[in-house]
């Protein structure tokens, strides 16, 4: 058996649900080590059943009884126990996932059906549910031999019939949407590596690039996110095909619960067994695989398809922006999300000129850093149009360069609406005009035969410089200015050293540890999930480290899965990293959804003061002896972290200081930021020119 970090083993033994130790943390509330603790400590903890020596599993049900007997859980919430049964699923979490979207769409389309066959014991409903599930999986994704959903049988449908019971069961709290939501949500988030995702801004984006269509293809559709954020309409056809089975019947029934669309979703290698090579679509929407040398290039070599030229064998991508364009009805568009050195590539630069002269590329958008994986680049969006025979090729190609567009990297997602907003209104206006005037630093029409040169690059930032920062010599000026005020308030704010010299003479008060306070009552201690419901922000690790607003957002349908909702006066502190840091939660960062890797600690204000409990925990030497160390990364045992023992009364000093060290470090961060506004522009100004060499 394999180890999970998701907290469920993958093979539990006697189709029995297992859990590792990250699971029975999570449904106790508590942090990893404390599981440890209670199996060194209690002789009568449940003994592993499955695993291995170092990540062993344990029976969830013995689990749970131990939990309720020792008082450490009330009752198992509904969502967790859901999760829970999925992730340790005998056949693996995704034919679990693939069995409860079936049951949800027969609760959805058909609940007297579901309500019959729920009514008798398990190995019944075993037997009776293939048969109500064929029925209205036919109905919604056609005959057997055209679809990727397959009923399971009886056999297999067995072990997972304390699921479905359970995934009805939070259907009729969450609705089936957002049941399959949350359940999709906790799987993605859980294996992270095994799927290339579309974050929902930028599948928003291309979704509103392509403009309205009836029908929508996407021809490596992974979990469906680029279809499902298309526009609903009542008359519409959404089409999906990946290669592999268990991600195209997922995308099947997302999209089938989540709208009343006509869904196909077909599965088998789209370049090499395209299963819609008789349809003509008016929009396709594609997030293709990367640098995919193993695309068929040896099988493919005269395939109608490559009206542009024959791909070479590292052009993966302009394979699929062509297999965009032959799906497409004429006149219809085509948007992908692509790396960027697919703009630039030597070995593809006939195919892009030969795209920019027949009027197939319409514009290029420059996306920032961090929006959408790999997060290190700077990522694209191609927008095409299938010519029309009878018209003229369109004489000027929209560049975007949207990097710009946000003054922090693209982790901040709360800055991701103005980006959308900027790149919609400059495609919109060009779409509708055939041209577009010049937005500095932001878009630009160029000539074709500006870019029909020997490189035929296409990347945005060569054609479009972006402008010197704040637009010239007038606002760096005001930028000049707020640095100095910055920099004068962080001088104001600089703490005195203490008033005495001999620092051994101060008392020592006996210390106690975050453990023994939370046992004692003065806190309780929270552990970050990242789940919250959907447009509900997270907050990260990444925004505690460097004092930023919320950035992460949660998932649609898990608004009641009962994520940590932070309050003023919480402390959040990372748990990963090896970095001394905490922070303080104030009414502006109040209500934000606890992220992973973070753990909250809430005083009670009879006993603690918040200030005085993050600024001890902020101690260097107190974090190396609460700390583990792996080869490769730390962890933070914040039970370990350790305070001294004083009255309400004794703790305001500290209190008053280090609130006023966090001022302090507040206005170094803001000079800093300014600080480094202002260098870049200046070099930027004086390199294009917009900034003489004698400016002041």
């Avoid at 209690?42 to 592993?48: A, G, L, N, T």
């Avoid at 957002?178 to 974050?199: C, S, V």
């Avoid at 991508?317 to 497409?328: C, D, K, N, T």
């Avoid at 929209?398 to 800055?415: H, I, N, P, T």
Wanted: aromatic share 4%; hydrophobic share 40%.
């Amino acid at each position: 058996m394999t180890p999970r970090d998701d907290g469920a083993s993958t093979t539990p033994r006697d189709g029995a649900t297992e859990v590792t130790a990250a699971g029975i943390a999570r449904l106790a509330g508590v942090g990893r080590a404390a599981v440890s603790n209670w199996r060194r400590r209690h002789d009568d903890f449940p003994k592993p059943v499955g695993g291995t020596e170092t990540s062993p599993s344990f029976a969830l049900a013995e689990v749970e009884h131990w939990l309720r007997a020792q008082g450490k859980l009330v009752e198992v919430p509904l969502r967790e126990r859901v999760w829970q049964q999925l992730a340790g699923h005998p056949a693996g979490p995704a034919t679990a996932l693939l069995h409860a979207g079936c049951a949800l769409l027969l609760v959805r389309d058909r609940p007297p059906a579901w309500l019959a066959v729920s009514a008798v014991s398990d190995e019944r409903m075993a037997q009776l549910l293939p048969g109500e599930l064929d029925e209205v999986v036919t109905m919604r994704f056609g005959v057997r031999r055209r679809r990727a959903v397959h009923v399971p049988e009886a056999a297999e449908l067995l072990p997972s019939v304390p699921l479905l019971r359970g995934v009805a069961e939070l259907a009729a709290e969450l609705g089936a949407k957002q049941t399959y939501e949350f359940l999709i949500g906790r799987h993605t988030d859980a294996n992270p590596r095994q799927y290339t995702l579309t974050p929902a801004g930028p599948a928003e984006l291309m979704a509103h690039l392509a403009g309205p269509a009836r029908t929508v293809l996407d021809p490596a559709c992974g979990t469906g996110a680029l279809l499902r954020a298309v526009p609903a309409r009542p008359d519409q056809y959404l089409h999906g095909q990946d290669s592999a089975p268990e991600l195209a019947a997922l995308t099947a029934l997302r999209l089938a619960l989540h709208s009343d669309a006509t869904v196909r979703s077909m599965a088998a290698d789209t370049l090499r067994a395209d299963a819609y090579d008789d349809r003509r679509a008016d929009a396709v929407l594609c997030h293709p695989p990367f640098n995919e040398r193993n695309w068929g290039h040896d099988e493919l070599a005269y395939d109608p398809r490559w009206e542009y030229g024959f791909p070479a064998r590292a052009e993966s991508e302009l394979a699929w922006v062509q297999h965009a364009l032959a799906r497409l009805a004429d006149g219809g568009t085509a948007v992908l999300l692509m790396p960027p050195a697919a703009a630039s590539r030597r070995s593809g630069r006939r195919i892009r000129a030969d795209l920019l002269r027949r009027g197939a590329l319409r514009a290029v958008v420059a996306l920032p850093p961090g929006v959408a994986p790999p997060y290190n680049l700077p990522l694209h969006v191609w927008v095409l149009r299938r010519p029309d025979p009878a018209a003229r090729p369109a004489p000027e190609v929209l560049l975007v360069e949207a990097a710009g567009v946000l003054a922090a990297d693209g982790r901040d997602r709360q800055l991701w609406p103005a980006v959308r907003d900027a790149v919609l209104d400059a495609w919109r206006a060009f779409d509708r005009d055939g041209t577009l005037d010049e937005r500095p630093g932001l878009a630009r029409c160029v000539p074709v035969l500006e870019l029909l040169d020997d490189e035929v690059d296409l990347a945005p930032a060569r054609r479009l410089p972006p402008p010197a920062a704040g637009g010239g010599a007038t606002e760096l000026a005001t930028v000049r200015e707020g640095l100095g005020e910055a920099l004068r308030r962080a001088a104001d704010l600089t703490p005195p050293l203490a008033g005495r010299d001999d620092a051994d003479d101060l008392p020592r008060a006996p210390l106690t540890t975050v453990g023994e306070l939370a046992r004692a009552g003065a806190l309780s201690l929270h552990t970050g999930t990242g789940t919250a419901g959907g447009g509900v922000p997270v907050l990260t690790d990444h925004d505690v480290l460097t004092g930023g607003a919320p950035s992460g957002t949660g998932h649609e349908g898990s608004a009641h899965d009962g994520a940590v909702r932070t309050e003023p006066g919480d402390v959040v502190v990372p748990v990963f990293g090896g970095g001394a840091a905490a922070r303080v939660i104030d009414e502006a960062t109040a209500g934000a959804a606890l992220g992973r890797g973070l753990a909250l600690l809430r005083p009670d204000p009879a006993a603690l003061d918040p200030w005085f409990l993050a600024g001890f925990l902020r101690g260097t030497a107190n974090h190396r002896q609460a700390s583990s160390y792996a080869s490769t990364s730390a962890r933070l045992d914040v039970r370990r972290l350790q305070l001294p023992r004083l009255p309400l009364a004794g703790q305001r000093g500290y209190s008053e200081r280090f609130r006023r060290l966090a001022a302090f470090e507040d206005a170094v961060r803001h000079a800093s930021l300014l600080g480094e506004r202002l260098v870049r522009g200046m070099h930027d100004g004086l390199t294009e020119g917009t900034l003489p060499p004698g400016a002041a």
